[in-house]
């Protein structure tokens, strides 16, 4: 059970001095929790910035563009003339100069009220020229000399969502603080204190305690991240307790695949096979992360490990995250391993057909079924499952691979991923894994050539694809949106695919995100026939789709988005012998992030590179998807700013654990109240359960 002391924590929101019911639900959302924000969701909802309130000049010191607090003696209100609307213009001075303060209200009693003639009050807000004299626009507090001995000289500023003001968020979060408990101490000699580097997040004395490199918001990332690793290595403690089983055989199966191979294996597939086999024929439960870039020959990897489990007698599972891609996989494996038996089980299956495939199943008469997330549902049971495979892995939880392996009596475990993950998102969400990386592509995969062209140029870029088809080519046309919304100027997939119409007739097809199964597979299969040479779509074509003849990508709006899918995106090109182009059409004018991805692009086809450079831009949240089910996107942490913590964080949980694997000795207790401040439950009850 969780400890009592942190009860205060995770007591409702609405606990709070100014959280009535209306503000609560403004907090739920805030903070992302639709089941009840809590106290601990606030606490750890930390400023984004700050404003300097410290700068209290004479008014002729002062400096226009910065925030100045001044004391001031009110002479003067001006009114807009009467019958005409404009701004109640009041005039404050001091000894040294004067300054128009501006309102821009519909109602002027309350500026009267706050600032009536003759008054002496502090003032504090931006100033700025106008016509040659200082004034400020809105002030944003007006106060007497108590107010302002309580003023924050830093004033932390939240983020915050419709209806829900900064003053509000201040007052909530400063009512948390007095919530914080007396905690242990988890970190000895670890400074500041996680409580007071948590007060300290919420009340900053100066701008850089906002700063994620500032020793508070250090000590909180270390807190998370150390929380983080503990679960993680729990976890694969849990994992590898469960014995394996050594998975031996003599090769037959796997080397009918490699001499049906039209090329050798690169140097890096080679590498990982020796380490997959290796771990299959060990006692010890596999648990290990396929990462490999664009085109670098996973499935030819999966595929050789799927025969060995099969040839050492038992069943192997591979799990995609799309129908259209659990089809291909299924396509393209089962004729390269015709000693093989495969079947595909997905949700369109007919109740007849579910039977049959699942009664085969259970009874040992299919090697390899290939599916979506129907594969993990209660009623499919293996006679044997020796190996299950999970493609695409950052698309599901952790509990969802977990569901699949757990079919099999300790299953191995094999995640792929096509998008290439930088070293401190691998530590951060796979530390559980061992980790096998392609960084080579095999002979044949052509460069891109790849270009940033503005949506001015529209009618140049059709035209060009207008030439490209007649000479046979197939191009890819991407679309963000599936329909127009009122605030969006984004192209929609159905819209654009009307305008080629007009251009190229039936040879336009389309396919999204919002149609039925069998209506996206033919639309794709139309497509691989050559009976469509472009097909219009929104991002469900990101990642696996493999049609080798299609040799030019358009993607519309590219700036909108992230830089790992603009490389997905581009590797559905290049995937024959024929020269390929990426277009990027971008909307002008661009801005600085845009530009940067852009640029990024047309340098380099190294993945690896792309996705530090995507982590640097975005984020890790937004890099892996993390802001989906089982996927921890940090709050207090930031991966690509404190990678040296991650790796401290890493090396305390291994250091602890392996001595004290229960977390009972007295110096260790405090982790577990740790693991329950961050909400890692399964990882305590690991911990109970022995």
């Excluded at 925030?67 to 404009?86: C, D, I, N, S």
């Excluded at 009693?109 to 100033?127: F, T």
């Excluded at 991805?597 to 340098?603: F, K, P, V």
């Excluded at 380099?604 to 996705?611: S, Y």
């Amino acid at each position: 059970m969780r400890p009592a002391l942190l009860d205060p924590l995770f007591a409702p929101v609405s606990t709070l001095p100014g959280v009535g019911p209306k503000n609560a639900k403004l907090f739920d959302r805030l903070l992302g929790r639709s089941d009840g924000a809590r106290v601990i969701d606030l606490l750890f909802h930390l400023p984004s910035s700050v404003i300097d309130r410290r700068a209290r000049p004479k008014i002729r010191d002062a400096t226009p563009g910065a925030v100045a607090t001044l004391h001031v003696r009110v002479t003067e209100h001006r009114p807009p003339a009467a019958g005409r609307k404009g701004p109640l213009r009041v005039l404050v001075e001091d000894e040294t100069g004067d300054v128009e303060l501006v309102f821009f209200l519909a109602n002027f009693e309350w500026v009267k009220k706050s600032l009536p003639l003759g008054a002496v009050r502090w003032v504090s807000g931006k100033l700025e020229m106008w016509d040659g004299h200082l004034q400020m626009v809105h002030p944003d507090r007006v106060m007497d000399d108590e107010e302002v001995a309580r003023m924050a000289a830093v004033e932390p500023v939240y983020g915050l969502t419709e209806g829900l003001y900064q003053r509000t968020v201040q007052k909530a979060a400063q009512g948390a603080l007095t919530k914080l408990p007396a905690l242990p101490e988890w970190a000895p000699g670890a400074a500041p204190p996680f409580v007071e580097a948590l007060r300290r997040a919420h009340a900053p004395q100066a701008p850089l305690d906002a700063e994620p490199t500032s020793p508070a918001r250090r000590r909180l990332a270390y807190d998370e991240l150390l929380a983080g690793q503990l679960a993680l290595a729990l976890l694969r403690a849990r994992m590898r307790r469960a014995a394996g089983r050594a998975l031996v055989s003599d090769g037959r199966l796997v080397d009918e695949i490699l001499i049906g191979l039209p090329y050798a294996l690169t140097g890096a597939q080679t590498r990982a096979v020796a380490e997959i086999r290796a771990d299959l024929a060990s006692y010890d439960r596999m648990i290990r992360l396929l990462q490999g870039d664009v085109g670098a020959g996973k499935t030819v990897v999966a595929l050789i490990a799927i025969a060995h489990a099969v040839e050492a007698g038992g069943q192997a599972a591979l799990m995609a995250p799309t129908e259209i891609l659990a089809r291909q996989h299924f396509e393209r494996m089962a004729p390269m391993a015709p000693g093989l038996r495969f079947e595909l089980i997905t949700g369109r299956d007919t109740a007849a057909q579910r039977r049959d495939k699942l009664a085969r199943l259970a009874a040992g008469e299919i090697d390899v079924a290939v599916g979506t997330h129907a594969l993990f549902q209660d009623s499919v049971v293996f006679r044997d499952l020796a190996l299950a495979v999970v493609d695409e892995q950052h698309r599901f939880g952790v509990h969802q691979r977990l569901a699949l392996a757990g079919k099999g009596e300790a299953a191995d475990l094999l995640v792929m991923t096509a998008t290439p993950i930088p070293r401190s998102l691998a530590l951060t969400y796979f530390g559980d894994m061992d980790v096998s990386t392609l960084d080579e592509k095999p002979p044949g995969r052509t460069p891109i050539d790849t270009r940033a062209v503005s949506l001015e140029r529209l009618v140049e870029v059709v035209a060009a694809i207008s030439r490209a088809l007649a000479g046979g080519a197939r191009a890819y046309w991407v679309c963000p949106l599936v329909e127009e919304s009122e605030d969006s100027d984004l192209a929609a997939a159905e819209e654009r695919a009307d305008a080629l119409r007009g251009e190229f007739g039936s040879r336009v097809g389309v396919i999204h995100g919002r149609m039925k199964g069998l209506d996206k597979d033919a639309e794709m299969e139309r497509f691989q026939r050559g009976e469509t040479q472009v097909l219009v779509a929104t991002t469900v074509i990101e990642v696996g789709v493999d049609v080798p003849e299609a040799t030019i990508m358009v993607i519309e709006h590219a700036e909108r988005f992230g830089l790992a899918q603009l490389h997905q995106l581009r590797g559905r090109v290049g995937r024959g012998a024929g020269r390929s182009t990426c277009l990027l059409l971008y909307k002008a004018p661009l801005g600085a992030a845009g530009k940067a991805r852009l640029e990024i692009l047309r340098e380099t086809e190294d993945g690896f590179r792309i996705a530090e450079e995507d982590l640097r831009l975005r984020g890790e949240g937004d890099v892996l998807g993390a802001r989906q089910s089982g996927m921890p996107g940090f709050q207090l942490a930031d991966v690509s700013v404190h990678q040296d913590l991650l790796e401290r964080a890493r090396a305390r949980a291994r250091e602890v654990l392996e001595s004290d694997p229960k977390l009972e000795a007295e110096g260790n207790r405090a982790l577990r109240t740790l693991l329950w401040l961050f909400e890692r439950e399964q990882a305590v009850r690991l911990l109970e359960a022995g």
